[in-house]
DNA sequence: AATAAAAAAGAACGCTTGATTGTTTCCTGA
DNA sequence: TCAGGAAACAATCAAGCGTTCTTTTTTATT
């Protein structure tokens, strides 16, 4: 056999491009070989190089695409939003809507910066940076016009991305609580941490003792995690590409 | 040679430890090859399995430790508080000291949990689970008691947990402000948002557009914000644990 | 119908991986 | 002092890796 009857060059480009990113987010980028991505997508290993060069553009081309993505949603979201808290509160709607709604591609933007190529990752933190420029400069702002009480717009900002972004490590679609739930509940402690209470903020912290040590064993509650086929295992290739 | 002068069990494996944290930590589990880490430490890497079974048990070692160290130091440290608000500023306190003097195994125990096998990663996160439930505890009996106005202790004990261990995807010892700054200004975004600003708890959300799947194409900036603040800024994304 | 291009198969490559084993050297305690 | 155990080496294994190349089949174009 060659090739097959009814294949397509763009079909299968888009699902190469899925099955990566759903086999990305459950193994991880180095435990995903691309083997197994073929078998995902009905191929073989040597077929996959006519749709990318290699496994590190892959790779690439799946964080890039999705940051350009998150980044040009944001920005029209917020266009016509003046009001600082406004805008902080449209931040935190769409960061929390897109985040559970694309978590695979959030997750592995987040999780595999660290498995891209000097020049590449260059290119994924610039984009995080404009990113979060969003998001601080909303506080900057606020702060400038007494709205909130932000000493440190870059800290806060680095503190409110780590929190909603977090709400894909847990949320899953038919939870008890809706999306628009969790919006709302996010939202309250976004705000109400940079709108000021004052017993906080002042506070320095009542800490007494600094000791350690001592053994606790034992558990509770169940949580639904993400799980892994044990089985394949991969290197990291200086020399591969 | 065989045995060289001067070696010493003990010794040997507590450098492996530390070897295996550094390098997992730099490139992760999957990344780091066994003579990458004999190499090290000095060794070869058939000497390895002198001091553990696997790879994988390695693995689970560190992190497993790491769970236990965190939990027995943080119920030590909570014991004779029992004020919800001096508790919850505590709790704070700690994590983000802790979070922030131990880096490399915070981050290992967050990112390689998918790294671990089935019943591994069971043990580690009914672990998880129990320290959760610190916070959780504190955040029920304080909205029993009127102290926080929380109405889902268990989502706002995933955000805050979050928001609190991003602090290690950008924070490195030296830069501009010091940890008891940063705890200050941390604490300040928890008690803020869980003491209840009335107008953000109760405002739903003042977004018009809703679609966040609406296309948009292109992105452009209007205010990108490149500011380089010393050395603070860096590397990993702000994710949550 | 003939031809070119596209799509995929399939075999092969050089390498690295985690793991195993047998052997040699060093250290220590009776 | 000298055996016996501890510590590490050295060589090896099969498996799997990313990648390349050639061949074959299907589709599209003329």
Not at 88 to 109: D, E, G
Request: contains cysteine; glycine residues 8%; charged residues 25%.
């Amino acid at each position: 056999m060659a090739r097959t009857i009814g294949s397509n060059g763009t079909r299968t480009a888009e699902a190469i491009r899925q099955a990566g990113v759903k086999l990305i987010y459950k193994h991880g980028y180095e435990a995903m070989s691309l083997r197994q991505l073929a078998a995902e997508v009905g191929l073989q290993s040597g077929s996959l190089y006519k749709y990318f060069e290699n496994k590190q553009n892959l790779l690439f081309d799946i964080v890039r695409e999705h940051m350009e993505d998150l980044i040009s949603k944001a920005e029209a979201d917020l266009a016509g939003v003046a009001d600082p808290l406004a805008r902080l509160k449209a931040f935190a709607a769409f960061h929390l809507r897109y985040h559970m709604t694309r978590m695979a591609h959030v997750f592995i933007a987040n999780m595999e910066i660290r498995s891209l190529e000097d020049e590449h990752r260059a290119t994924i933190i610039a984009q995080r940076r404009r990113y979060e420029g969003l998001l601080e400069d909303t506080l900057r702002r606020g702060a400038e016009a007494g709205v909130f009480e932000v000493r440190e717009p870059k800290v806060a900002t680095y503190a409110i991305i780590s929190m909603l972004t977090g709400i894909c490590m847990w949320y899953r679609p038919g939870g008890r609580l809706s999306q628009e739930d969790l919006i709302g509940i996010y939202t309250g402690l976004v705000v109400g941490g940079v709108t000021g209470a004052e017993e906080a903020v002042a506070a320095p912290l009542p800490l007494e003792a600094k000791a350690s040590m001592a053994t606790s064993p034992a558990a509770r509650t169940p949580k639904a995690k993400t799980k892994t086929t044990g089985k394949a295992t991969a290197k990291r290739t200086a020399a591969g590409a």
